[in-house]
């Protein structure tokens, strides 16, 4: 049976490269919050964070038994990069764009969108929120 979701993923550096985290937030299709996760990256740059969070994303739908999935994102570069054929310049971030693809091939279906920042709130909180954790 299909099982639908949306997915918000965030990361970010406090420098580039600087301390990082990502943040994942997974919702029905009614909005609900279905699962959170928030991950300390050490330091490392804000692309690799965001690269980082799609990858705990991904893990947490695949936790939730999701089939099919819309990815929120207000990085271009990982949205270009995963779904519109940009090309993989990087040899820092191949393994994660590897391992991302390799987790996308277990869903149904799935869908990437390109979102502004304010429209991903919760997963930028998220972000702040296990970077501010880490300052303790």
Partial sequence: MSKKA?????????????????????????????????????????????????????????????????????????VGQMSKGWKMKSPNLRPLWERAHALVEQFESIEFTHVLRHLNKNADALVNQTLDARRL
């Avoid at 990361?11 to 490269?17: A, D, I, L, T, V």
């Avoid at 609900?32 to 969070?53: D, H, L, P, R, V």
């Fill in 6 to 78: 949306v997915l918000h993923c965030d990361g970010g550096s406090r420098g580039n490269p600087g301390p990082s985290a990502g943040g994942a937030v997974l919702s029905d299709e009614s909005g609900t919050i279905i699962a959170e996760k928030g991950e300390f990256y050490g330091t490392q740059t804000n692309n690799f964070a965001e690269y980082s969070s799609l990858i705990c994303g991904l893990k947490l739908a695949l936790e939730q038994d999701i089939t099919n999935l819309v990815i929120s994102m207000d990085s271009s570069l990982v």
